[in-house]
Every structure is written in C-alpha cells, then in structure tokens.
C-alpha cells in the first residue's frame, strides 16, 4: 500500500508544480504579467485549500480507496486538458479544478494508511510516503527542461497521461483495508454515518486537535518564511544566478529531507514501543533542531556554513512531517481522522499563501532577509513549545476499533 501511494504523492506534487517551472515558455505562448502568471499559483492554493477539509470529510464518509483513484484521475485530467488552454482565463479555470480534485487526496491517503498500519510501523509508512513527495517536487523541475526541448505543453500531455494510466491501474490493486472478522454470535451494529457538523464538534472540543492545528499552522508559516526566501538569499548574499541559487537551495534541503523522513519514521515508531508520547518527543527534537540550523544559514558569512545549515535544516524538518498523522489519531476519534487532516492542510496552505504575501510586503519595506529568518528561528521555538503540550488520547497499545 506505501508503494502504491508512494507513486501518487509523487505525481501529486510533480503535477501541481510544472507549471511554475516553465513561466518563460507559457508567457510566450499566451502573454501575461508577472502579477497574472503568480494569480495561477493563488487561484490553486486557494481551491485546493478550501476543499481540503470536505476532501478528508469525503474520505471518512466513503470508500477511502475510490476518493485517491478518483482524484488522482480529476487531476491528471486537468493537467493533460491544460496542455489546451489557449488564454489566462482558461489556464485560471484550470488551475482552480487542479486545487478541488488534488485537495481529495492527502487526506484520503493518510488515513487509509493508517487503517493498514495501526501500530508500530505508522510512521515509518507515512514518512516513506512523504519521500514521495519530495521526489515529485524535485521531478518538478523537469518541466522546464522538457519544454526547452520539446513544447510547453508535451510537457502537461505526458505527465497527465501518465496519471490517467496510473489511476487505470490502481483500480485493480488498490483496496480500502477489510473490516476485521466478526466472531460467530456476535451482534455488531454499523458505524453511524460520518456528520460533517458533529465531525467538527468533535474535533475542535479535542484540545489536542487545536493544539495540532496551531502547530501546523506556525510550522507552515516558519518553514515558508525560510525556503521562500532562501533563493533571493544566496543571490543577492552570495552573489549566485538565479537558476544556481534555486537550485542550491532547494537541492540541499530535499535531499537532506529524503533520508530525515525514513529515519524520523523508523525512530519515532522504535521508541512508540516504549512510551506513547515518543512520536512527540521525534517531532519535537526535529523542530527544535532546526532553529540553530536556520540561524547557521541565515548569519554565516561562508557559504559553506550555509549550506551545512541548509543539509541539517532539512533533515530534522521532516521530523514533524512524518510524525504528524500518525499524532493525529492518538488525539481525534478515527472515523474523523481524515476530515481532521484535511483542516489542518487548509490551515498550513492558507499561512504558507499570507506568508508569501507578507515576505514580499517585508522586502518592500526595506527589512532584511536574515531579520525574517531568525523572526523564522523564533517561532519555530513556539511550534516545539506547542507540539510537547499535545497529549495523546489513546495508548498506542490499544487498537483502534
């Protein structure tokens, strides 16, 4: 089942992030603005951030196998049906349907993962399925380079056509977990059906919840603040192009990230054997650990100590990451679980897009890059503050029903 969704994340993110690689060549081909081109962007996080929470609620409601093969083939059918547009109108109308149909996925895919792996191998599952997505976001930038050798929209044709047959495939080998064998004599009633209100009730009268969602929310927007401006950074503080710069950047956070998100997994799972807090304990100590890393990257007068910082930042980044979900269902009731991750998916892209708006706000104000990072330090002090006060609702040695 990790390997199955593993190819999904991937596609997920890789399909959602071509399209910013190749601004040159679609600027070219359907003339825009620079503030039009970032509206393409905006119009996605706020669709998919919107429908995130009625995704997870779909996904506690439904088939939760049938939501990820539908909304992987929604969205490879956008993107090859984008390879179409012929005017911004149509690229924006576009981009929102890629926002509603990849918002149904996540959730759906943590908590089915979940169902398979209940106990000790939770968070190494969902780690391993995360690597996916930094995959994806790396294969990202593939898109400009196709398009320099083929065509813009080559591009959104063959990694939409690869979706559609991938989600062709899935409908044959991926499966909702079966329901546990009844005993004979046993009298069970059906689950009553998931509420969308009584979901809510139930999820934001849980103090662990709140706790999560205000944690994910500020870890978004430390992070945000970080990788946001990290490229403009090294340009302008080291004097880089802007391609050396991208790259440098997001290359050593990525790859870094790659090894954090198994090993977090596999650590946090080892000492949840011992202690039902020990998925916290993983999280906190990533997130406190990437304070100095921001501050080393942010004040280093040599670029190699910016680097270093930027390798262990993105190590212990993931630590929280992996960890998350697999939190999450020791504080919320399961048949909510999934409508619980997509708000907190809403809330974390909702800062991460206000962050992006008040960095720049910052940049025209005169305020320095490096000020913003260690403000960044600061709050990821908070988020650790905020995810050692979560406390889990039901001992990991418990199954749940």
């Not at 898109?143 to 989600?167: L, S």
């Not at 080291?238 to 650590?267: K, N, P």
Request: net charge positive; glycine share 10%; charged share 10%.
């Amino acid at each position: 089942m990790v390997g199955l969704l593993w190819m999904v994340g991937c596609l997920n993110y890789l399909d959602r992030l071509i399209l910013i690689t190749m601004r040159t060549s679609i600027k070219e081909a359907i003339p825009m603005t620079d503030a039009q081109f970032g509206l393409l962007t905006t119009v996605f996080l706020v669709s998919y951030g919107l429908l995130s929470p009625i995704g997870g609620f779909l996904a506690d409601q439904f088939n939760r196998s049938r939501i990820i093969i539908f909304s992987l083939f929604a969205w490879s059918a956008v993107t090859w049906l984008t390879a179409h547009a012929t005017s911004l109108n149509e690229l924006l109308f576009y981009r929102a349907l890629m926002g509603i149909s990849e918002a149904c996925y996540f959730p759906a895919a943590g908590a089915l993962l979940m169902d398979y792996h209940r106990h000790h191998t939770r968070s190494l599952a969902n780690g391993i399925h995360l690597s996916g997505v930094m995959v994806g976001s790396g294969l990202g930038g593939l898109g400009g380079w196709i398009a320099d050798k083929q065509d813009w929209t080559f591009v959104f044709k063959f990694f939409g056509g690869i979706g559609i047959i991938y989600a062709l495939v899935l409908i044959f080998f991926l499966r909702d977990r079966p329901a546990t064998p009844v005993q004979p004599g046993t009298i069970t009633t059906p689950p009553p059906p998931v509420r969308l209100g009584e979901a809510l009730i139930s999820l934001f009268s849980c103090r662990g919840f709140v706790l999560a969602l205000l944690f994910w929310g500020m870890l978004g927007l430390a992070s945000h603040a970080f990788i946001g401006w990290m490229p403009t950074y090294l340009q302008e503080q080291f004097h880089m192009t802007q391609g050396r710069a991208g790259l440098t950047a997001l290359g050593y956070v990525y790859s870094a990230s790659l090894i954090g998100m198994v090993v977090s997994g596999a650590w946090a799972d080892r000492w949840s054997k011992l202690h039902s807090r020990g998925r916290i304990w993983v999280g906190v100590i990533g997130v406190l650990m990437t304070v100095p890393a921001v501050l080393l990257a942010a004040n280093a007068p040599i670029l190699i100590f910016v680097l270093i910082g930027l390798f262990i930042y993105g190590f212990f980044r993931t630590f929280p990451d992996s960890n998350m979900l697999p939190v999450l269902c020791q504080v919320v009731e399961p048949r909510y679980l999934a409508t619980g991750f997509g708000l907190l998916n809403a809330f974390a892209v909702m800062v991460g897009g206000a962050t992006i708006y008040v960095g720049g706000a910052l940049r025209d104000a005169n305020v320095s890059i490096t000020t913003v990072f260690n403000f960044g330090a600061g709050g990821l002090l908070v988020c650790a503050v905020i995810l050692w006060n979560i406390k889990p609702r039901l001992n990991l040695t418990t199954p749940l029903k």
